[in-house]
Nanobody
C-alpha cells in the first residue's frame, strides 16, 4: 500500500526559509503529477505548486518567485523550497501524487511563520 510522508515543517520567522520533503513508500507507478497543497486555519485547501512527469511546474500567484517545487523521480519524492516566508503562509502543507488511477495524499506537515 502506498503511503506518502511529509517532513520539514516547523516554526520560522517571517523572511525565513524551509524545505519540505515528501517521499512515497511502497510501489507507485506512472505518476502523472506531484504537488503541494495547503490548508490555513478557517480556509479551504488550496494548491501551492505542481510539477508534471515532464517537469512542467505551476505555482499559486501568492507564492510565485518565493517557492520552488522539484522532484526526484527515481526516489518518488517531491520537494518544496520555501523562501521569504510570510505569516500568511502559515498552514498545514500536504503533498499529493496523482497517477492515472489513484490520488495519494500525505498526512500533512505544519508550517508556522511568525511575524
Amino acid at each position: 500500500q502506498v503511503q506518502l510522508a511529509e517532513s520539514g515543517g516547523g516554526l520560522v520567522q517571517a523572511g525565513g526559509s524551509l524545505r519540505l520533503s515528501c517521499a512515497a513508500s511502497g510501489s507507485i507507478f506512472s505518476i502523472n503529477a506531484m504537488g503541494w497543497y495547503r490548508r490555513a486555519p478557517g480556509k479551504q485547501r488550496e494548491v501551492v505548486a505542481t510539477i508534471t512527469a515532464g517537469g512542467s511546474t505551476g505555482y499559486a500567484d501568492s507564492v510565485k518567485g518565493r517557492f520552488t517545487i522539484s522532484r526526484d523521480g527515481a526516489k518518488s519524492a517531491v520537494y518544496l523550497q520555501m523562501s521569504s516566508l510570510k505569516p500568511e503562509d502559515t498552514a498545514v502543507y500536504y503533498c499529493n501524487f496523482r497517477t492515472r488511477y489513484n490520488d495519494y495524499w500525505g498526512q500533512g506537515t505544519q508550517v508556522t511563520v511568525s511575524s
